[in-house]
């Protein structure tokens, strides 16, 4: 067996990353860097940084479904949330170890750019978390699992497992650009602003690709610790740059989707199909609530992501939290 090679043995790690944009000290602070001020009348804002506790959801998810994980990490801006006594004792009794990682802790070397309200920024340093496993897994707190889990759903010996498909950079789609410019140029609307695909693109450019990207399923994602302190030691500068920004830009990249792509350059992954997970972008009640039952006995289906819950009417909000809880109790 060779030394690289994955064992069942080796522990794993899991980390979410989270903000209680709920919290009156965080929105203080964050008013206090942003030009646009935080009082959760602006749409974008509450998109981004509101929350209904799923938090507490996702972690009793992977005590429950995801029995090989060691610690759980919860990265935080000094901030616990709700119950987190309770889910602890929840994780000791099931041999899964919950701890709260504070942003001065993976900042360390770039405390000056703290506070940061950057998801991108905070993601590019979890592989900095004192004692994380060389293969670890990465949630958003709007992730869930909702069937039992195996290793080998995200690493097959040292390739890591894959979900979703290729796609074409920006700057090579002809009629999306045609179409952005007759936006701007003809009916004076302002530029859309380049958001989460730009960052995937960045991080796939800096692998090597340069003439498609893979865009991966919104679900968890397999990370490798030294195949990213490898790249950096290779790459000095690189780490501080992406990290300085306060709030999101777009010349910024996604970490794990750079993993990702120095794997795929290294064709050391393995590709699943992105049904195993079930995603959720609205919520017109109806529709939704059809798909959430359709889908309810799929054993299949492994991982579900609720993005934007937020956004939805108090019912919808209170028909999934409360499908969601029976299925982790």
């Known amino acids: 067996m060779g030394k690289t090679e994955l064992k069942i043995k080796d522990p794993f790690d899991a980390v979410i990353y989270w903000v209680d944009g709920n919290d009156k000290a965080w929105q203080k602070k964050f008013n206090k860097f942003s030009e646009v001020k935080l009082g959760f009348s602006n749409e974008e804002l509450i998109t981004r940084y509101g929350s209904v506790n799923e938090v507490e959801i996702a972690i009793r998810s992977i005590i429950k ?3 090989f994980i060691r610690n759980l990490f919860l990265v935080s801006d000094n901030q616990v949330p709700k119950h987190f006594d309770e889910l602890k ?38 592989f900095r978390i004192p004692g994380i496993s060389e293969h670890f897994i ?7 699992l909702i069937n039992e889990i195996t290793k080998e759903d995200f690493f097959r010996d040292e390739k890591i497992v894959l979900r979703g498909d290729w796609d074409r950079f920006y700057e ?9 410019d007759y936006r701007i140029k003809l009916l004076n609307k302002e530029p859309k602003p380049f958001g989460h695909k730009k960052r995937i693109q960045n991080a796939a450019k800096l692998a090597g690709f340069n003439q498609r990207y893979f865009y991966r399923a919104h679900g968890p994602h397999a990370l490798k610790k030294s195949v990213l302190e490898s790249f950096f030691k290779e790459h000095p500068g ?3 740059e992406n990290v300085r920004y306060r709030f999101r ?17 290294r064709n050391n992954f393995v590709m699943l199909p992105s049904t195993q997970l079930l995603y959720f972008g609205s ?6 609530k059809s798909k959430l039952l359709k889908n309810e006995k ?5 991982f579900m992501c609720c993005q934007n819950l937020v956004e939805a009417n108090s019912d919808i909000q209170s028909y999934f939290l409360e499908w969601l809880f029976k299925r982790i109790n």
């Open 65 to 67: 479904f995801a029995p």
């Open 89 to 126: 004792a929840l994780g000791e009794r099931n041999h899964i170890h919950l701890k709260i990682v504070d942003h001065k802790e993976i900042f360390r070397g770039f405390e000056p750019y703290l506070p940061t309200f950057n998801s991108t920024s905070i993601e590019t340093l979890i």
């Open 138 to 144: 990465v949630f958003n707190d709007d992730m869930f």
């Open 172 to 180: 090579d789609r002809k009629l999306r650009n045609l179409y952005h």
């Open 238 to 240: 690189l780490l501080e």
């Open 249 to 265: 830009t777009e010349i910024q990249f996604i970490i794990s989707s750079l993993l990702e792509h120095l794997e795929l350059k």
């Open 283 to 288: 919520y017109k009640p109806v529709i939704a």
């Open 298 to 302: 799929n054993k299949d289906i492994k």
